[in-house]
């Protein structure tokens, strides 16, 4: 993939995750700043390539990765660890909705966890 491509394909990738996290983060701590949602976003995407270099490991290398991703949700929204998680999987779900359209327009995105848009 070409470098411009490549960039494109992260910042789409990026305010998808952010936008989902927006989503999520509105219904459930009444979070209205999509800004904030971006970035939280971006760290998480961080933290989940980090964190996923213990792929190897069983289990753990599953699970870590996600644990990791929520930690950034809960730390970012100060919020419970049932909160975080009803966040990831809200932010998860709107994800794979927006990415399921974005192919129609042209569009390939990543980065959103157990997702690919080769598999919709």
Same mark, same amino acid.
């Given at each position: 993939?070409?470098?411009?491509?490549?960039?494109?394909?992260?910042?789409?990738?990026?305010?998808?995750?952010?936008?989902?996290?927006? /989503? %999520?983060?509105?219904?459930?701590?009444?979070?209205?700043?999509? @800004?904030?949602?971006?970035?939280? &976003?971006? #760290? *998480?995407? $961080?933290?989940?390539? /980090? %964190?996923?270099?213990?792929?190897?490991?069983?289990?753990?290398? @599953?699970?870590?990765?996600?644990? &990791?991703? #929520? *930690?950034? $949700?809960?730390?970012?929204?100060?919020?419970?660890?049932?909160?975080?998680?009803?966040?990831?999987?809200?932010?998860?779900?709107? &994800?794979?909705?927006?990415?399921?359209?974005?192919?129609?327009?042209?569009?390939?995105?990543?980065?959103?966890?157990?997702?690919?848009?080769?598999?919709?």
């Amino acid at each position: 993939m070409p470098v411009v491509a490549s960039i494109v394909a992260f910042l789409v990738s990026l305010l998808v995750g952010g936008l989902a996290i927006f /989503i %999520a983060a509105s219904i459930v701590v009444d979070s209205r700043s999509y @800004e904030h949602a971006v970035v939280t &976003a971006l #760290i *998480g995407a $961080i933290v989940w390539a /980090i %964190a996923g270099a213990f792929t190897g490991v069983p289990l753990v290398g @599953e699970l870590l990765p996600l644990l &990791a991703w #929520i *930690g950034v $949700i809960k730390w970012r929204y100060r919020a419970s660890w049932i909160d975080a998680g009803i966040m990831g999987f809200l932010a998860w779900a709107a &994800a794979i909705l927006v990415l399921a359209v974005l192919p129609f327009a042209g569009i390939d995105a990543f980065g959103v966890p157990f997702t690919s848009t080769t598999q919709l």
